[in-house]
């Protein structure tokens, strides 16, 4: 259990500095005597964080006068179950609001941000029995509001079933991710760390032919249109002759829908394959099943 109201101004005090000299001003309405929130007060600290950060970026970003003013209302309000915090910032608003939990939705412009963030926040608050959601405020700006429940509400035995096969589901192994864009890779990375799994990462396939010399992975995961890697059947090819074992245990990702050949070639070989944007959970178990794989193989050999 963890005072999230404590959490809470950790997560502002990090940006504290920053709303200052940029001129905006917080408010809090904060309820007395907020129940106590059960799960990892770190993992909830960088949802608040990342909820924080784009509600910065948003109000600096509205092509506002300087001297306009920017305001982030931070409201906590809770019952006996449930403990609600909401993050309302006088930005631009939202254009899609349904849509910004999204892996890879971003409403940034090139270069300012992954889309990212949002989305893993989204898992964090979902695997802490909890709700997330976004909504344009009537005056004008965004609410993002996180909904969690209070370490005294009544655990179901539905609940407790959940809990146990999340556990038993968790992904262990050491799993290679090879991929030329950034926003992708810190995605995958923090979405297979997250469940469990021992996740390195290379950006190129040339360093990742490298790594084999030095280390051993239970699982790949590769961009199919990985710069200097050649077709997909040439990429298969190399770890069929260097490393056979691993080229049971691949798979390969593409931003778009792949060429029908190519579907073809992994559909006979039986190696899987995701077109972005994926669901986190899509990759997740497709990372399962690759390293349940490699676990299966090494308990009959």
Not at 14 to 37: C, F, H, T, W
Not at 203 to 227: C, L, Q, W, Y
Not at 240 to 251: D, F, K, N, T, V
Not at 279 to 298: F, H, M, P, S, Y
């Amino acid at each position: 259990e963890f005072d999230v109201v404590k959490v809470l101004e950790e997560a502002l005090l990090l940006r504290d500095y920053d709303m200052k000299v940029s001129s905006i001003n917080l408010e809090r309405e904060i309820q007395s005597g907020v129940p106590a929130v059960s799960g990892d007060p770190h993992q909830v600290e960088q949802v608040f964080l990342n909820i924080i950060n784009n509600a910065l970026d948003a109000m600096m970003d509205d092509g506002a006068p300087e001297d306009a003013e920017r305001k982030l209302l931070v409201r906590v309000r809770a019952d006996v179950n449930l403990v609600s915090i909401e993050f309302q910032d006088s930005g631009p608003g939202l254009k899609e609001p349904h849509r910004i939990f999204e892996p890879f939705y971003t409403t940034k412009s090139i270069g300012k941000g992954t889309g990212l963030g949002l989305s893993i926040c989204y898992g964090i608050v979902k695997e802490h029995g909890g709700e997330i959601a976004a909504r344009n405020a009537e005056g004008g700006g965004a609410v993002i509001e996180v909904r969690l429940p209070s370490a005294g509400h009544a655990v179901t035995p539905e609940e407790i079933t959940t809990s146990v096969q999340k556990r038993e589901s968790a992904l262990h192994g050491t799993i290679l991710l090879v991929e030329d864009e950034e926003a992708v890779l810190e995605f995958e990375r923090d979405v297979l760390a997250g469940a469990g799994a021992e996740v390195s990462t290379l950006t190129s396939f040339d360093e990742a032919k490298s790594a084999f010399e030095h280390r051993s992975f239970d699982a790949v995961i590769i961009n199919g249109k990985m710069p200097g890697a050649g077709s997909v059947q040439q990429s298969h090819a190399w770890f069929a002759e260097h490393s056979p074992a691993l080229a049971r245990h691949l798979l390969f990702t593409f931003s778009s829908l792949a060429e029908p050949e190519v579907r073809s070639f992994l559909e006979q070989n039986h190696v899987p394959f995701l077109v972005k944007p994926f669901e986190v959970g899509d990759l997740i178990a497709n990372a399962r099943r690759l390293l349940v794989k490699t676990q299966a193989a090494g308990a009959g050999s």
